[in-house]
């Protein structure tokens, strides 16, 4: 009789996580696995973004400030992108970005940052 209460609890629980996990997913963009969290403790001001001077259409860098330290920062200025740049630390709390793409396709600033 334990063995079987046990059962339906781990079957209840499991399909509980299951249908959140699918909410979650469903309404998300992102590809599975990929958690969509904000995390206070950074905070990204005085965000700049340079146009190429050859081609003013193309966004060439994006630049920012972070309001703490970081070890690893990458940014997505495309939402359909799945690979996010790497950013250059410049001094300070101050971030660097290359990134290459047509200005009029720009949906979006995700910083992704590490301590």
Do not use: K
């Not at 009789?1 to 059962?7: E, R």
């Not at 609890?9 to 904000?38: C, K």
């Amino acid at each position: 009789m334990g063995t079987l209460i046990f059962g339906i609890v781990l079957v209840s629980a499991s399909y509980a996580w299951a249908m959140a996990a699918g909410e979650t997913f469903a309404n998300s963009r992102r590809p599975y696995g990929q958690v969509i969290q904000t995390t206070p403790g950074f905070v990204a001001s005085n965000v700049h973004y340079s146009l190429d001077p050859i081609d003013p259409g193309m966004v060439s860098t994006v630049s920012f400030e972070l309001d703490g330290p970081a070890t690893d920062v990458r940014v997505e200025l495309v939402s359909a992108n799945t690979r996010p740049s790497t950013c250059s630390n410049r001094g300070g709390l101050h971030w660097s970005c290359p990134v290459a793409g047509p200005a009029a396709e720009l949906d979006e600033l995700t910083v992704i940052a590490a301590l």
